[in-house]
């Protein structure tokens, strides 16, 4: 009895340590594993490179965090993002418009999205899950419908006749392909959003008032918060993250590339979830999430190193993802039932 009782012991304390740590502890057997099979590994140049090609993503996990946190899940974050690089794209080389205007109405783009989503979910009473996947196939089939199904480059020839008559200024690639202090500038864009979501959620009244309405809607209401509202908050701001991505990601490859967002949905997914279990937050968290991308960010970079198939990435992302959920949800249920 003594012995089963000991084994029980070992493997709750083996769960939570993987909750608590699993992440980090992850994080560092890849960085030894990378750095010993490649001295390109281990290097200033190519870490600047891990967070810049992280950045994006990060700006998309960050939308989704903001929903989780008040209950829900946003799926057309990829679409919005989409939506927005060829928005930003074809404002400049289509209709040759001034750089204000171009940051600008891609996010306003992104804000009509997440009104959308909200209305689906809040008004409607549609749950998150099959709103946001509905939006994600109605957005990417706006986004192929305004670019007749083609990208968006400088001097592209246009449908009607001749060429476009604008290009992708200097001035908007510095944004994706400049550098400033010794980092690219999309870093600094990365580390300056995950602060600001820092300090809303965890600094501030309306971030506990967010995570109020995610853990328990009903108290919350009682307390005199209006969770329709804060719900509709938070998928308007996953909309503007996703179109921020959007714009980011265009200045980063010059040009407007359909579908963009597609392949990024599921390495922000599981960005978010393995945010969970940084030092035992559990629950979605801007640290965490960013420490997330970084870890896929990190994994996906060595293994390219090696010259694995990109096509197997997916299967890598995937693991990763399931590894997150199933440390999460199996100390969720422990916990749950030791306090039941």
Sequence with gaps: MQAVGKKNKLKENGIQFLFKYGAIALLIIIILYFSSISEAFLTYANFTDILRSISIVTLLALGVTFTLVVGGFDLSVGS????????????????????????????????????????????????DLLATLS?????????????????????????????????????????GQGRM????????????MVLIAYVVLHHTRWGRVLYMT????????????????????AYVISGVFASMAGILFTARVGSGQIDAGAPMLMEAVAAVFVGYSVLGAGKPNAIGTFFG????????????????????FDIIKGAVLVSALAVTYVYAKKRFSQTG
């Design 293 to 312: 991308a970084a870890v896929i960010g990190i994994l996906l970079n060595g293994l390219t190193i090696m010259n694995l198939p990109y096509y197997a």
């Design 135 to 175: 939006m994600m196939y109605i957005v990417a089939g706006f986004h192929r419908t305004y670019t007749e199904g083609y990208s968006i480059y400088n001097n592209m020839p246009l449908t009607a006749g001749g060429t476009a008559p604008g290009q992708l200024s200097e001035a908007f690639l510095w944004i």
């Design 80 to 127: 919005t993002m989409s939506l927005s690089t060829v928005i930003t794209a074809s404002l400049m080389v289509w209709y040759e418009m001034p750089l204000w205007l171009v940051i600008i109405l891609p996010i306003l783009v992104g804000v009509l999205v997440g009104v959308l989503n909200s209305f689906l979910i809040v008004v409607l009473g549609i749950p």
């Design 181 to 192: 202090l010794g980092l690219p500038v999309p870093v600094w864009i990365m580390l300056g």
């Design 214 to 233: 995610g853990g328990n809607a009903e108290a919350a209401t009682l307390s005199g918060v209006n969770t329709r509202k804060v719900k509709f908050a």
